[in-house]
């Protein structure tokens, strides 16, 4: 069976930093793009950034340019999302999502539809 599970949310003051980790089970992520997105409360999901199965290709939004790093560990089968200088507008559920890629593929996807798994989310919290 297919998982994601995303971890290391909490409640951070801004200008802050927390990592957060996308743990795959049930398949390799060699052979998928990921992607992470944010919804505030009342809004839409957002796109944050992605990275493709090769780690090759990294996408961010505007919003996160300069503060924030996607990157990839495939031996422990986890992306992480680096953010610092963390802003009140920061603050959401973060979920990671997963769509399969062909090995060393460089695409990655803006798009919520792009994506076929989900995790369950990881609150975070920017606040003084």
């Known amino acids: 069976q297919l998982q994601l599970v995303e971890s290391g949310g909490g409640l951070v003051q801004p200008g802050g930093s927390l990592r957060l980790s996308c743990l795959a089970s049930g398949f390799s992520l060699d052979y998928t793009a990921i992607g992470w997105f944010r919804q505030a409360p009342g809004k839409e999901r957002d796109w944050v950034s992605c990275i493709s199965s090769s780690g090759g290709k990294t996408n961010l939004a505007d919003s996160a340019k300069g503060r924030f790093t996607i990157s990839r560990d495939n031996a422990k089968n986890t992306v992480y999302l680096q953010m610092n200088s963390l802003k009140s507008e920061d603050s959401g559920v973060y979920y990671c999502?997963?769509?399969?890629?062909?090995?060393?593929?460089?695409?990655?996807?803006?798009?919520?539809?792009?994506?076929?798994?989900w995790g369950q989310g990881t609150q975070v919290t920017v606040s003084s």
């Open positions: 999502a997963a769509v399969r890629a062909p090995p060393g593929g460089r695409n990655c996807f803006v798009m919520a539809n792009r994506y076929h798994y």
